[in-house]
């Protein structure tokens, strides 16, 4: 039998049971996940929904090797990362994932192509970064700097730099958060583009509830639990959301 | 790509980060730059004295007597551990030259004709050596002879035993034994008043019934032999023939002298190169550690691409490597131009025939591995915290701090402080240690400008207490040998003399169990007044009525406490051993003697009251005829004006030493602006995020200035202080180096030096917090808001 929260149809290529993670603030501890499961299947386009401070950037950074849980299990492929030390998750997101933050987290010193090269340089098969540029549709721009970039440009520089490797998973924390409604269409539209020409499995939080209507699954998060699981029965074109 | 991205971004992390990049590079390279110039300063003074000494073979051993026959020479010789014995003639003789005032004194000495001596050969500047037959043929000392004009072929008059002669210069030459070429009892050399005169020794010996004797003796000792075993051996060999005492090396006038000279530097070429170094390194660590930790969140983005840990430390270091690299070679550069240019100077002042600038690779590893070392632990360091979080964490602000109510809070103070002050006052009560290392670099740059002005100070200091306080006398005469008391009052009534006093001074060895020094006896008249009996303060310090007074330094090296007595052997006349009373303690700055009154010492050498000194205060509108007339007396050896004394020490020890204290407050100052930029700098880019939200919520910029530039204003003020603290304990643990037998200067630094150093500090102040003020206006308030970094 399988549970709500997977999907039966696909491979899991990441899977989490009863994850917890507790921050030590000082003396107080704060619970930001209490317990989740999760499977994100292969080709899946996810959305984690949840208010702020509901703990789905906490899940999203664990699942993608950028901080540890405190316990429960995580396995991505079968192989357990719950006990893979800081090498190896480097190896992991080096090889498997690609990030997308709310705040680029682009090199300010580095041109588009060069951010985009950063990845490419260290990962095992990926684009040339004028073509994961070209995909995000920013081929034209590939020699500016961040700060010569608005904010949607700076983020699909972003994105082309973490898909240029090819990952198996793109992990997206709140791609549209800093963006006026435009231009978190066209970055939306990317990842969408992305995930079904590439066939890369997605995960993307937001607090914003319509983009979920984009999504395969929508996973709904609220005080470090999942509350619901819901699949959309048809997938909504990022080009038709309105907010 | 040619170049990967990675290092795309260090290229531009290097252009972006320019002025602070040459800020640190500056302090890295002054920090260098003083610890090789006073290294290789050292290191090449040292080298060109040894090799001097080498090639001209200065002795071991020196020995005077009054008469010894020749033959002696064979049993000296045979002394276990002699390699060779020179046996010489020397005499002291008065040189009246029309352009002097009062005849200059010379020390005649013998040398065999037609060849070097074995021992202490003479480095022939000019003309040739003497040539037998030639009787009046002379070598002179190359300083003297320059001063007065004299070359080869120059004749001059010298009076040998109340003869005049007429001497012809054959050729000038230098010795290692004349390097400080000084009259006995003379404080400094003195070119133009002073010679040296080497002649045949047949020509010699007969002006001094000498045919077939010697009076004076040097060996040139085997390796590994004993060398007090063979000074006492001397000793007893000499003592039928009036022997006025043996001594190695380090007791002979010259070498004594340039060991003192030397040793003022050591003190500054060892402790001081690895202070400055030490407070570059510091600086470098902290300065660095934050320029690191400024990029945590880019740290964390590439780890979450999947950087190693490796990679992004090695990342870093190239960055850190590249700063240090560039100070390093401008260090070396600078550091090297000054040590040959101090060199040049201090070997033009010995006039050292062998000059050769040495830079020991050793010096040069030091410098760069310290600093390098320093920048790297201090990246290193910060790197390893950034990568040691998981990336999500530390692409995070760091975690705040936990808030308290601050002391002056809760203490109701703070509401009479505007909203800026109140920031302030916040920031630096939740961030006590950064406040802490911003304020210790701050005051180790105050305590380096501090050291480097000390010098002159401690020269100043005991130029004013020996010059100002101890000696009052206008012109001080040397008998030719100890005279009656009353020559005293005789020289009282010579035209414009106002008052004299007279002094005894008396060679001795001073000795306790095996050990001894050689030391002077001196005696004043009961009520002193030209020349009193000073601390190293400048404080007077009373003669007992009966007993010595040793300096406190020759006390504490026997074990001796006053009330105990000490055993003086006297080196003249009858040659006595006396056990004397130690009534007192007297912590002087130089020297090792033996002060009493004269009246205590004629009874102890069961002589009636002789002088060997007198000490004139006379009109200054006839000085010049009082000292036309001593000049003519012939019990005089020397006439030597206090005045003169103290300008020639002033242009010769301090001016050296001045020398070193400009180039050493230059890099210190240097040091100081670099370190307050940078922290001004790094806390400007910790802190924009922050001030340009309180732009965006209407304060003035002004007011944001005030924020930041308060802060900066707290730190220099807090470092002032503490680095006028360190600065001076410094300077007590670089005094701590010189030897103490020769130099006790008291740890003195002078009011207008710590002016100087806060001064300094002040302007780094003013000068970052300007330059900071420029940058706070162009805040990009949006941008700044609409990333995060």
């Not at chain 1, 999504?215 to 048809?234: K, Q, S």
């Not at chain 2, 305590?447 to 009052?472: E, K, P, Y």
Request: glycine fraction near 8%.
């Amino acid at each position: 039998m399988t549970s709500p929260l997977e999907n039966p149809a696909a491979v899991p290529v990441i899977e989490a049971r009863g994850l917890t993670k507790i921050y030590q603030m000082g003396e107080v501890e704060v619970p930001a996940l209490r317990g989740v499961d999760f499977v994100l299947g292969e080709g899946e386009f996810v959305v984690l929904l949840g208010a702020s401070g509901s703990g789905k950037s906490t899940l999203l950074n664990l699942l993608g090797g950028l901080d540890v849980p405190t316990d429960g299990w995580l396995a991505y492929r079968g192989r357990e990362l719950t006990h893979l030390g800081e090498a190896g998750l480097t190896a992991y997101r080096r090889h498997h994932v690609g990030f997308v933050f709310q705040f680029y987290n682009l090199i300010p010193s580095l041109t588009a192509l060069e951010n985009v090269a950063l990845v490419t340089e260290i990962a095992e098969d990926p684009l040339s970064p004028a073509e994961a540029l070209e995909l995000v549709g920013l081929g034209p721009r590939r020699d500016h700097f961040p700060s010569q970039l608005s904010g949607g440009e700076q983020q699909r520089v972003a994105i082309a730099r973490a898909i240029a490797k090819r990952p198996d998973v793109l992990l997206c924390d709140e791609p549209t958060g800093a963006l006026d409604f435009q231009t978190g269409v066209l970055v939306l539209e990317v990842i969408e583009r992305v995930n079904a020409e590439l066939g890369t499995t997605t995960a993307v939080i937001t607090h914003n509830a319509p983009v979920a209507r984009i999504a395969d699954r929508v996973v709904m998060l609220a005080d470090g639990l999942v509350h619901g699981v819901e699949a959309n029965a048809t997938r909504v074109p990022a080009s038709e959301l309105t907010w | 790509m040619l170049v990967d991205a990675l290092h795309r971004k260090l290229f531009r992390n290097l252009a972006e980060l320019r002025g602070q990049l040459v800020t640190i590079a500056l302090v890295v390279a002054c920090g260098i730059a003083a610890y090789v110039c006073l290294r290789s300063t050292w290191d090449s003074l040292l080298f060109s004295r040894t090799t001097y000494y080498e090639r001209y073979r200065f002795a071991d051993v020196f020995a005077t007597c009054k008469r010894a026959p020749e033959a002696l020479r064979g049993r000296l010789e045979a002394i276990p551990g002699v390699a060779i014995a020179e046996t010489r003639v020397t005499e002291r003789v008065l040189i009246p030259l029309d352009d002097l005032p009062e005849p200059a004194s010379g020390r005649v000495v013998s040398i065999p004709a037609g060849r070097s001596p074995a021992l202490d050969a003479l480095f022939l500047r000019s003309g040739r050596l003497v040539e037998p037959g030639h009787n009046d043929e002379v070598v002179l000392l190359e300083t003297f002879a320059k001063g007065h004009d004299l070359t080869p072929g120059s004749r001059f008059p010298v009076v040998f035993n109340g003869q005049r002669r007429q001497l012809r210069v054959v050729g000038t030459a230098a010795s290692p034994e004349y390097i400080m070429a000084m009259a006995p009892g003379d404080l400094t050399p003195d070119p133009l008043r002073f010679a040296v005169l080497w002649m045949d020794r047949d020509a010699l010996a007969p002006a001094f019934q000498m045919q077939g004797a010697f009076n004076d003796l040097t060996l040139r000792l085997q390796p590994g032999a004993s060398e007090p075993a063979v000074l006492e051996a001397v000793d007893t060999l000499l003592e039928p023939y009036g022997g006025l005492g043996t001594v190695g090396r380090s007791k002979q006038l010259s070498h004594f002298m340039l060991s003192g000279e030397l040793s003022q530097l050591e003190g500054m070429a060892s402790v001081v190169p690895v202070i400055f170094l030490g407070v570059a390194a510091f600086l470098l660590n902290v300065v660095l550690s934050r320029l690191v930790f400024l990029q945590r969140s880019q740290i964390a983005a590439l780890k979450a691409l999947g950087y190693r840990d490796l990679t992004i430390g090695l990342h870093f270091l190239e960055l850190v490597s590249v700063i240090v690299l560039l100070g390093a070679a401008g260090g070396l550069g600078l550091g090297i131009w000054f040590g040959r240019m101090m060199t040049e100077l201090y070997a033009a002042f010995f006039h050292f025939p062998v000059l050769e600038y040495r830079l020991a690779p050793s010096v040069v590893f030091a410098a760069v591995g310290i600093s390098l070392l320093a920048a790297l632990a201090g990246a290193l360091f910060t790197v390893r915290a950034v990568v040691r979080l998981p990336p999500a964490e530390a692409m995070r602000p760091p975690a705040p701090t936990i808030y308290h109510r601050t002391v002056l809070e809760r203490l109701g103070l703070l509401a009479l402080l505007g909203p800026a002050a109140r920031m302030v006052v916040r920031e630096i009560e939740r961030r006590p240690l950064r406040l802490l290392l911003s304020s210790v670099g701050i005051a180790m740059a105050v305590a380096i400008t501090v050291i480097g002005q000390f010098w002159g100070d401690a020269m100043d200091f005991m130029i004013d207490v020996q010059f100002g306080g101890a000696m009052r006398e206008d012109l001080t005469v040397v008998f030719t040998e100890p005279r009656p008391a009353r020559a005293v009052r005789e020289l009282a009534h010579l035209p414009g003399v106002l008052r004299v006093e007279g002094l005894r001074e008396v060679p001795v060895r001073v000795r306790s169990g095996a050990g001894f020094r050689d030391s002077i006896l001196i005696g004043y008249p009961d009520e002193p007044d030209l020349r009193r009996l000073l601390d190293q303060y400048g404080k007077p310090h009373p003669l007992p009525v009966s007993g010595v007074v040793l300096t406190d330094k020759l006390a504490e090296l026997f074990d001796i406490e006053p009330g105990q007595s000490v055993t003086l052997e006297v080196r003249e006349g009858d040659r006595r051993h006396l056990d004397v009373l130690v009534s007192g303690l007297v912590g002087e700055s130089f020297g090792l003697r033996v002060h009493a009154r004269a009246a205590t010492v004629a009874p102890l050498l069961g002589e009636e009251p002789l002088v060997t000194t007198a000490l004139l205060l006379v009109d200054p509108a006839t000085a010049g005829a009082t000292r036309a007339r001593l000049k003519e007396l012939p019990a005089v050896a020397s006439v030597t004006r206090r005045d003169n004394l103290a300008e020639r020490f002033v242009e010769q020890s301090r001016a050296m030493i001045v020398t070193f204290s400009i180039i050493l407050t230059l890099f210190a100052s240097v040091i100081a602006v670099g370190v307050v930029y940078n922290n001004a700098r790094v806390a400007l880019s910790m802190r924009s995020r922050e001030l340009a939200s309180l732009r965006v919520l209407g304060f003035s910029q002004a007011e944001v200035g005030a924020i930041l530039l308060g802060e900066l204003a707290v730190q220099v003020l807090l470092a002032i202080p503490a680095g006028l603290a360190i600065g001076t304990w410094l300077a007590g643990l670089m005094m701590s180096t010189v030897d103490p037998e020769t130099y006790r200067f008291p740890v003195v630094v002078s009011a207008r030096s710590y002016a100087f150093a806060v001064v300094v500090a002040l302007v780094s102040g003013v000068i970052s917090a300007l330059l900071v003020r420029r940058r706070l206006q162009s805040l990009d308030l949006i941008g700044v808001l609409k990333t995060r970094d």
